[in-house]
């Protein structure tokens, strides 16, 4: 390996970190969503507690465009490595939030309060998170490598997914459904707290992209300069929002709303759900790599028209399969197939994400992008699913949202692919 490769790892590994946190924090909240519909949104009805629980996680998702507005056109006016930084201390804060936060029998109307106000802190950080890791990513990466580079943003995810997943086996495993659901829900979120100052020191040492040093005088500098430049971009915007539908909504149904899925809807242990986000979190970081350098060398295009493809005929007949045939094994070989539909079509997309916008308002229209499709679709991929699930008494009702995602999807592909469309624009204008 390379001098340049190794500092390029580092790099990596020190940006993932951050979406390491980010995706902990969001996939403990969907786990154990259940849990903290009992402790914080008591309720006759199961049913509307759950409802609450995950509207509750969903609301954090609404913040992300503010995070991303303002979080995104600071990067881009102070630099990747003071955003990262910036993100990364909110995050933590409204994590601590939902760890610490008495219950309702406590506190009475306090607790669920308290409750949203840290998710919706979470979601502020996080409307710039994704963006700013994966801008980072792509300037410094190789050209020929690019996709691969990207990929890792969300590969940490995953990383995360899987670590979360092994803690609820093991926490389950050891001290049982009852102790879990009275208080040691809130171990993981204290496990997720401890590794915050590791982090942080470790992202203070990112050097920033010598992209943005060459740029930086020319980013926005007041909110009146970063909305005309919004305006004048929202063809873009409008298309990538699309772009990241399937992405975000298939990314939420296979971790967050998984465990519900399994548990509630489908009748597997807790131990046995949790077992299925794992495997899945491993399958996604597999994907996501595999999927960033095949686009790398047969190009991004290709694979966002295949897969979004696959994901608009597929979903509905493999849940429903599942919902006819519900055994351990099919509920891991349905959740295998929505993994590598997320994981294939993310690792090409993110990074075709980030070359379609403009250089001197990258971070902000990627996050803004990204934001805006996790704020109206994917965040609210739990309640939806659940209430779909309710409304048509069909546990394969949740496909009609996946299909709807892809076909998003793969209209936004096809804008963004066409001859002289905004991909093949941004090469140009970057090879200039």
Known sequence: MTTQAKKDAKAIFRVASGNFLEMYDFAVYGFYAPFIASIFFPAENEFISIMQSFLAFGMGFLMRPL????????????????????????????????????????IGILAPIIVVLGRLLQGFSAGAEVGGASVYLAEIAPKHLRGFYVSWQSGSQQVATVFAGAIGVALHYW??????????????????????????YIRRTLEETPEFEAKKHHAPKTFGAIFKNMSENYPIIITGVFFVMMTTVTFYFVTSFTPHFANNILHFSKLESFIVTAIVGLSN????????FIGDKIGRKKVAFFVTFLGMISAYPMLNFLANNVTFTNLILVELWFSFIFGAYNGAMVCALSEIMPKHVKALGFSFSYSITVAIFGGFTPAVSTALVQWTSNPASPAFWLTFAAVCSFIASVVIFRKNGFYERQQREGEA
């Open 175 to 200: 001290v049982g459904d009852v102790i879990m659901e009275d208080w040691g829900w809130r171990i993981p979120f204290i496990i997720g707290c401890m590794v915050v100052p590791f982090i942080f």
């Open 285 to 292: 970081l597999f994907w996501l790599p595999v999927s960033g």
């Open 67 to 106: 995070g991303a507005i303002m979080l995104g056109a600071y990067m881009d006016r102070h630099g990747r490595k003071n955003g990262l930084l910036l993100t990364l201390t909110l995050m933590a804060i409204g994590t601590l939030t939902i760890a610490f936060c008495p219950g309702y029998e406590s």
